[in-house]
C-alpha cells in the first residue's frame, strides 16, 4: 500500500511539474518569445548570472525527476544561451543530476526504482547488472550515445557495485557527445519550426 502511495504522489508530483511547464509555455508563446528567439535571448538576459543558475538547476533536478524529455532541455539550453553557453549549462546541470540520482539509489536502493519506474522498463534493463562489468560497458554506451533512458539508467546504477569514481568518470566523459547531438539535432529543427512560425 506504501508503494502504491507514494508511487502516486511521485507521478502527481510530475504530473504538476509538467503543467506548469505547459504553463510557462503558454506564457512565453503570448509573450512572443518562442517566436523569436532574439526575444527568447534578450528576456534571459535581462535575469543576469540567475538565468544561468536557474536553468542548470532545472537540469539537474529534471534529471532525478523528470517532467519532460530530456532532449527538449538540452533545446532549451542552446535556444536561450547560445551553442557554447548552452552546452556548457546543459552539461553541467546534467552531470549534477545524474550524480544526484546515483547518489539517491544508492541510499534507497532497489525499491526506489520500482515506486519511480515501470516494471517493463526495470524488466528490460535489469540483465545488464547481472555481470557487474558487463554492466559497467554497457552503462558506458548508453550514456556515450542518445539512445537509452540515460536518467534511469543512473538510478540502475546506483543500485550496483559500481563505484562512485567509475560512474563519474563515465558521466563526465560520456555525456558531452550525446548532450552536443541533442542540441545539434534539436536546434535545427527548432529553426525550422519557427521560420515555418514566422
Not at 507514494?6 to 508530483?13: E, S, Y
Not at 504530473?15 to 532574439?38: D, H, M, P, R, Y
Amino acid at each position: 500500500m506504501t508503494r502504491s502511495v507514494n508511487r502516486t504522489v511521485f507521478q502527481a508530483a510530475s504530473l504538476f511539474g509538467l503543467l506548469l511547464c505547459i504553463a510557462a509555455a503558454v506564457w512565453a508563446w503570448n509573450a512572443g518569445l518562442l517566436t523569436s528567439q532574439e526575444r527568447m535571448q534578450a528576456f534571459v538576459a535581462s535575469c543576469g548570472a540567475a538565468g544561468g543558475l536557474l536553468f542548470v538547476a532545472f537540469q539537474a533536478v529534471q534529471v532525478v525527476v523528470p517532467v519532460l524529455p530530456g532532449g527538449l532541455g538540452c533545446l532549451a539550453g542552446v535556444v536561450l544561451f547560445g551553442p557554447a553557453l548552452g552546452f556548457v549549462y546543459n552539461y553541467v546541470g546534467i552531470c549534477i543530476g545524474s550524480l544526484l540520482a546515483f547518489a539517491v539509489a544508492r541510499s534507497c536502493g532497489r525499491p526506489l526504482l520500482r515506486l519511480l519506474f515501470s516494471e517493463k522498463l526495470l524488466t528490460k534493463y535489469s540483465s545488464w547488472t547481472e555481470q557487474n562489468n558487463r554492466f559497467a560497458r554497457l552503462f558506458a554506451l548508453a550514456i556515450f550515445f542518445p539512445v537509452a533512458p540515460d536518467d534511469f539508467l543512473c538510478y540502475l546504477a546506483g543500485t550496483t557495485s559500481m563505484t562512485w569514481r567509475r560512474f563519474t568518470a563515465i558521466i563526465l566523459l560520456g555525456k558531452p557527445l550525446s548532450i552536443a547531438l541533442y542540441s545539434l539535432g534539436l536546434t535545427v529543427l527548432f529553426q525550422q519550426i519557427v521560420g515555418w512560425l514566422a
